[in-house]
């Protein structure tokens, strides 16, 4: 039974989704267990519109199934996941795909016991695709909850028992995507509009949301400077695939740390590289080399999953080969 407190703000939910909700989302237009895992995996830390115009659908056509995921390796998911960043994402999608065998559990309990299926994850693969009522609590849904019910600070655990109190239990899906729509386009991190939101009558945050929650203090990231080495014989060029947790089987480069560069190698200019935890700036040089593996072609070295500082020396080098 709801909570009669609450039947104000999950009415004005239910009017406000039908008037402003994205509705035309393809993950919200689908019954596809894998399309909206997709979506919910693509979408963790990444922009929708980012989404929508450059990886979901060319994904999609490539993999059709999840069944066509767990068929392929794994660098042919980071290949088609390039460019989309967080690359433990693909490579947890691609054991999903094979731990299931393409067929997703359905339910949350299963679902979070698979490779990069968090909770919040888990419920809402859930219930957008099997109609299980449980709450979410993604990034927005947080901000919306700190607000709601006046709270500076407090852990996921906290968070979660605040989910399960407000949500509207007898029409999940539709509450669950309003809390997106309108952490995205109301109550945002800088300028919330509270006189449109629909918690407005309730929100014991609203005279000052901006407290809600507390700021960290933002700290400065640091800068790793490194040499990309790009080792050569004749027009074939060195490449390996990474083995650091961030890049992990993505084709690479060599780097190398306080590399002095001398008169035998080939400067080809600079460029910097934003990742969450740290900033790289890079020089790149090109080397003559005795035989080693993994030599390849610059157009072989297209058809390879690289990130983008790779990327980028790429073209330094396409530029010096012009």
């Not at 393409?102 to 490779?115: C, D, M, T, V, Y």
């Not at 080809?268 to 090109?286: C, D, I, M, N, R």
């Amino acid at each position: 039974m709801k909570t009669v407190k609450y039947n104000i703000i999950h009415q004005n939910i239910l009017t406000w989704y039908e008037e402003h909700g994205r509705v035309t989302l393809p993950w919200r237009n689908t019954n596809s267990p894998y399309e909206i895992y997709l979506s919910e995996i693509m979408l963790q830390q990444t922009q929708v519109k980012t989404v929508l115009e450059r990886f979901y659908f060319q994904f999609l056509e490539k993999f059709p199934t999840l069944k066509d995921v767990a068929d392929v390796a794994v660098d042919d998911v980071l290949k088609a996941w390039e460019g989309l960043g967080y690359y433990t994402r693909a490579r947890n999608l691609h054991k999903t795909a094979i731990e299931t065998k393409g067929i997703l559990p359905n339910n949350a309990e299963a679902l979070e016991k698979l490779s990069g299926i968090g909770k919040s994850t888990a419920h809402a693969v859930a219930c957008f695709a099997f109609d299980e009522a449980l709450p979410i609590l993604d990034a927005n849904v947080k901000r919306i909850l700190y607000r709601f019910f006046a709270v500076k600070s407090c852990n996921d655990k906290k968070l979660w028992e605040l989910a399960y109190k407000l949500y509207d239990k007898d029409n999940t899906y539709i509450y669950n995507q309003t809390m997106m729509d309108i952490g995205s386009a109301i109550c945002t991190h800088k300028n919330p509009l509270c006189n449109t939101c629909p918690f407005e009558s309730l929100c014991q945050g609203k005279e000052n949301p901006l407290l809600y929650p507390e700021k960290k203090k933002k700290q400065k990231k640091p800068i790793r400077k490194r040499t990309l080495v790009i080792y050569h014989k004749e027009n074939r060029y060195v490449l390996a695939q990474n083995s650091e947790r961030l890049l992990s089987g993505l084709w690479a480069f060599k780097q190398e740390e306080d590399f002095k560069v001398n008169d035998y190698m080939t400067e080809l200019g600079e460029f910097k590289q934003h990742y969450t935890h740290f900033t790289l700036e890079a020089s790149v040089v090109l080397l003559s080399c005795e035989e080693q593996e993994n030599y390849f072609t610059i157009d072989e070295i297209h058809d390879l999953a690289l990130s983008g500082a790779d990327r980028k020396a790429l073209a330094l080098l396409e530029m010096h080969c012009q």
